[in-house]
């Protein structure tokens, strides 16, 4: 079974300043999907990110990216210029392309940020 | 477009008690999932479906039963609430292949 996990139960970061969030994850798929979500305090879960595991270029998505080390199953989260509204609890996800494509979540990393 | 929605937001009922909790999804979306969150835990799965009468169980499905008779439903049933069931409810859908959309979630307390 596939499994994800997330190193730092906590992190936090300057206001302005650059934090990346560690992620692992074991697969013994070739194809796949990682995700990262946000968790605000109302416990939406809102979409980070997404990279599709066949693509070797790292998604970016404006102050978001991430690098994604297929050999290594690594991917982690840099948020660049960080700002009080990216204080949240972040999961990170793998999601399987074949079979029940279902989510498995790591345990989440919950970001502070100090003005 | 209302996208993915949970019915009740937020329930508390007594130990013993059948509870359903609602999801409904407007974009015909083939896979919906259940999961449920709690205090200092990740997102852990309950039961999917992939689509219309076909579901199965997931990490946690003890204690739970789903239905999914139309594609834009999905009903999570508690049988008989127990006090360990008291989480955070996420319901979710997505298509084939596709980014995993999660409705606001339904807090249910179990006394």
């Known amino acids: 079974a596939q499994t994800v996990t997330q190193s730092q139960p906590e992190m936090s970061v300057q206001e302005a300043e650059t934090v990346t969030l560690s992620c692992t994850y074991d697969?013994?798929?070739?194809?796949?999907?990682l995700f990262w979500y946000k968790q605000p305090p109302s416990r939406q879960m809102i979409l980070v990110i997404r990279?599709?595991?066949?693509?070797?270029q790292n998604a970016t998505e404006n102050r978001f990216s991430v690098n994604f080390q297929k050999a290594a199953k690594s991917f982690s989260l840099k948020i660049s210029d960080s700002q009080l509204g990216d204080a949240a609890m972040y999961f990170c996800a793998y999601r399987e392309i074949q079979g029940a494509q279902k989510l498995v979540f790591g345990q989440g990393t919950r970001l502070t940020i100090n003005p | 477009d209302a996208g993915i929605t949970q019915s009740p937001r937020y329930k508390i009922t007594e130990t013993g008690r059948q509870v359903t909790l609602m999801c409904h999804q407007t974009w015909s979306h083939s896979y919906m999932f259940w999961y449920r969150q709690d205090l200092g835990h990740g997102l852990r799965l309950i039961y999917y479906s992939a689509a219309a009468d076909i579901t199965d169980k997931g990490e946690v499905p003890d204690g739970y039963v789903v239905s999914r008779s139309k594609t834009e439903n999905f009903p999570l049933t508690l049988e008989s609430a127990t006090r360990s069931q008291t989480s955070v409810y996420f319901c979710?859908?997505?298509?084939?292949?596709?980014?995993?959309?999660f409705g606001e979630g339904s807090w249910l307390t179990v006394v």
């Open positions: 979710a859908s997505s298509e084939v292949g596709n980014t995993i959309y």
């Open positions: 697969t013994s798929e070739s194809d796949y999907y």
């Open positions: 990279q599709e595991a066949y693509k070797q």
